[in-house]
Structure formats: structure tokens, C-alpha cells
């Protein structure tokens, strides 16, 4: 019951590390407490996984320290992760905005995984419930399944998105165990919600998508924004609710190729309702409701030149307030997690507790959607797979 090193979590980071380390002979242990392996690889990328992003750079990543996962990130890039997708022959396209994803499905991933650590005799011990953790020489993991000892402990348990498939919050209890601190965690890449008084005005046009732009707290992303029947989701809602906060407004540019001004100066003298002028650029029924909610939907010759300043004012910058997110059981990751201060960036090890490694989403690292959180997840496992 001993082994060079101990994994706990067997997902992206943590099989990542575990193939690292065993192919440089190290005897490694993969400790994961659900039945089934790599649910939450399975479920990604609707079910095809946006494994890398080719751009991925320190700036698409949030942190206390945005400097932090530059090391790891450069050390295993988006090619090294192509080139083992290709040793497996999975075939794989770019959707957008350098998004890869697996043609087939993303049980191709977890196959490759389970194999690269089957090459690299890894040894499993699944499904076990760790009850605690020693440190003494060595670590003691105390299981269901027994006890083990190792020089190294790597915490890859992830964050608290989709408790329904095994997220758990264990990485941070044994952070605080270990007397390191944790970051505020919150739900991000999530769908916002609408207070009742809003939602009754938009809840009814639920599966719209309009091209915009979304910016909040210096943020800004271009998207297709989603009404859905408890707020706002699509790209650019998952993305600017990294950066969101109880409390603020996003704006929205309804209009981003557009003069709003423009458009509705030309229509002035026009008999036509707002709302049917709006919808040449807009979707319909999304400009007829929007009219509605913040002016009236009248002939667009009824308006003031000052009121059509104001609307094509508020086309591009729509001011709107969620109520909240839809939390972490729809939420794709966690945002904050192990003060990135307490590790080394070079190898993920904690400073103050020498054999203890913090990888992938556990980590205060939060990707934008688009492949990112998964690079990391691939970076940082190699990075501790060749220091444990
Ligand atoms: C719906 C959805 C879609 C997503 N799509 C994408 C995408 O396409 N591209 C992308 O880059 N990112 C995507 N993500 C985010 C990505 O899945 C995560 O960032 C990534 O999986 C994090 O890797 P990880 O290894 O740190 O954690 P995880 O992959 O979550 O793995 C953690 C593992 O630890 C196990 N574990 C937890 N607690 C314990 C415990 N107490 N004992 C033992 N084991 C434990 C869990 O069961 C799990 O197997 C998506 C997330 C969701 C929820």
C-alpha cells in the first residue's frame, strides 16, 4: 500500500499528472471516488470536448496572480496535446474562435487517457472515499479501501461545479487542512438570472440568441447572447459571468456592427413602428419585446430627435442587472481556489508543505470558456507530473 506518488481525482489534471509521472518510473496511485471515469470529460463540449485552445495565453485565464499559470501553460502548450490526440488517431476540427474539439465523442479523450495511463502503469484504486490525510515522513491517505503511504500528494479533485457527477469540495478542505489559503470561490462560466419583474418581461422569448457585445468590470466579449426561461445565457452571458458581481449591471451592445444613430435618424420620418424598424437588425420578437420594456413601441416619426438619441443610446449600451447565477449545478467551473501564493508555478507544489501538489480547477486558475480550462487542466498536470 505504498507508492511514490498519490493522485486524488482522476479527471483531466489528475490523469494528466498520473501518465506523467509513471512514464518517468515513478509508481503512481489514482485515487477517485465516483463509480465512473471522467464524467465531467464526458460531458464537455456537448459531448464532443473542446479539449485546447490553439490561442491560449496567460490573458484568457483569471487569478489573483494572472502571471501564475504562464510557467506551466509554456511548458505544455495546446500542440503537445494536439500531437497526443493525434498519436491516438482521434480526428479533431476547430469550431471558432481556435476551439478544438473531437469530431466523434469525448469518450475518445477519456479512452486515450485511461490508456496513456495503462502504458504508463498507473495504478488505480476506484471508487475509494478518503477519510484523512497525515502528514508525517511520508503522507498517510486513509481510504475505504485501506491505507496509503507516499513521498507525494496530488490534490486534482477539481472544483465544485456538477456536484450530481462528483465535484466535491475536498481540495479545498485539505488546502485549509494544511493551513494554506483559499481564494473567494464562486460559480463562473454560468448562466445569469432575472428578478421576477424582469424575467416576466423576457422569460417568454426563452431560445432567442442576438449577436452582442457583453462587457462588465473592464471585461467585454462578442457572443450570441441566449435568453433562457430564468435570465440570460449563450457564450457571451458563460463568459462575462467570470467577471460579474452581485450588484452590477452588464451593458450590451445589441447593435455591435452598427450605428444605432445611424439607422434610426434614417428611419425619423417614418410611419413605421419602432419595433419593425429594430427588427430589420434585431430578432423580432426580441425588438419588439425590448421596445416595449424600455420605450413604447410607436411609429418611429411620434419620437423627439432626443429620444431617438436615447434609444440608439441604450442599443448599444444596455444597461441590465442579474439578480444572480444559476449556481454550480449548471455552472462549467469554479472561479478563485488554492491562493495561487501558497504554490510554486514551476511545479505546483505547495511552499509551506514540501510533497503536497495543487493541479487543474482546485487551483485559483479559471479559464475562459473555449478549451482553456481543459489546457489548464493538461498544463498543470504535466507540470507536477515531473516534479512528483
Ligand atoms: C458541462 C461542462 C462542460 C465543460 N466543457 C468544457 C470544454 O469543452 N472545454 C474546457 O476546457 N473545459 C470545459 N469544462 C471545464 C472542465 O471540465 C474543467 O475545468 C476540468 O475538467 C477541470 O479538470 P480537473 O481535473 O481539475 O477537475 P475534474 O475534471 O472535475 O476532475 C476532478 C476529479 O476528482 C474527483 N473527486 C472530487 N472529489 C473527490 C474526492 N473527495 N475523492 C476522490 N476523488 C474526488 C471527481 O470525481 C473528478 O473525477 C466544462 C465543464 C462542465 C461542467
Not at 318 to 324: H, K, V
Request: net charge neutral.
Amino acid at each position: 500500500m505504498s507508492a511514490d506518488a498519490v493522485v486524488i481525482g482522476a479527471g483531466a489534471a489528475g490523469m494528466m499528472c498520473a501518465i506523467e509521472a509513471g512514464k518517468r518510473g515513478r509508481r503512481v496511485l489514482l485515487l477517485e471516488h465516483a463509480e465512473k471515469l471522467g464524467e465531467k470529460i464526458r460531458i464537455s463540449g456537448g459531448g464532443r470536448c473542446n479539449f485546447t485552445n490553439v490561442d491560449a495565453r496567460s490573458e484568457n485565464f483569471l487569478s489573483a496572480n494572472p502571471d501564475f499559470c504562464r510557467s506551466a501553460l509554456a511548458r505544455y502548450t495546446p500542440r503537445d496535446f494536439i500531437a497526443l490526440v493525434e498519436k491516438h488517431g482521434i480526428a479533431w476540427h476547430e469550431k471558432k474562435l481556435g476551439q478544438l474539439f473531437c469530431d466523434g465523442s469525448a469518450q475518445q479523450i477519456i479512452d486515450m487517457l485511461r490508456a496513456e495511463c495503462d502504458d504508463a502503469k498507473v495504478q488505480w484504486c476506484m471508487p475509494a472515499k478518503v477519510a484523512t490525510i497525515e502528514k508525517r515522513e511520508r503522507f498517510a491517505i486513509a481510504t475505504d479501501r485501506g491505507v496509503f503511504e507516499s513521498a507525494s500528494l496530488v490534490i486534482a479533485s477539481g472544483g465544485l461545479s456538477i456536484p450530481q457527477i462528483g465535484a466535491s469540495p475536498f481540495g479545498y478542505r485539505i488546502a485549509e487542512q494544511f493551513g494554506l489559503a483559499v481564494t473567494e470561490l464562486r460559480p463562473a462560466l454560468v448562466g445569469l438570472t432575472f428578478a421576477p419583474d424582469t424575467l416576466a418581461q423576457f422569460g417568454d422569448l426563452s431560445g432567442i440568441s442576438v449577436d452582442a457585445v457583453v462587457s462588465c468590470n473592464g471585461a467585454s466579449f462578442r457572443e450570441n447572447l441566449l435568453v433562457t426561461h430564468r435570465g440570460l445565457s449563450g457564450p457571451a452571458i458563460l463568459q462575462i459571468s467570470s467577471y460579474w458581481r452581485p450588484g452590477l449591471d452588464l451593458s450590451v451592445n445589441l447593435l455591435p456592427d452598427r450605428d444605432a444613430g445611424e439607422i434610426l435618424e434614417s428611419a425619423q420620418a417614418s410611419e413605421k413602428l419602432l419595433a419593425n424598424v429594430l427588427g430589420e437588425f434585431l430578432p423580432q420578437r426580441f425588438a419588439q419585446r425590448w421596445v416595449e420594456f424600455n420605450f413604447e413601441n410607436q411609429p418611429v416619426k411620434r419620437f423627439g430627435a432626443t429620444r431617438l438619441r436615447e434609444m440608439a443610446q441604450r442599443l448599444h449600451d444596455w444597461r441590465i442587472r442579474p439578480s444572480g447565477t444559476a449556481g454550480y449545478k449548471k455552472a462549467e467551473v469554479t472561479l478563485g481556489g488554492v491562493d495561487t501564493r501558497e504554490l510554486s508555478s514551476k511545479s505546483l507544489e505547495a511552499r509551506k508543505v514540501p510533497g503536497l501538489y495543487f493541479i487543474g480547477e482546485v487551483v485559483d486558475v479559471t479559464g475562459h470558456l473555449g478549451g482553456y480550462n481543459f489546457q489548464w487542466a493538461w498544463a498543470s498536470g504535466y507540470a507536477a507530473g515531473q516534479a512528483v
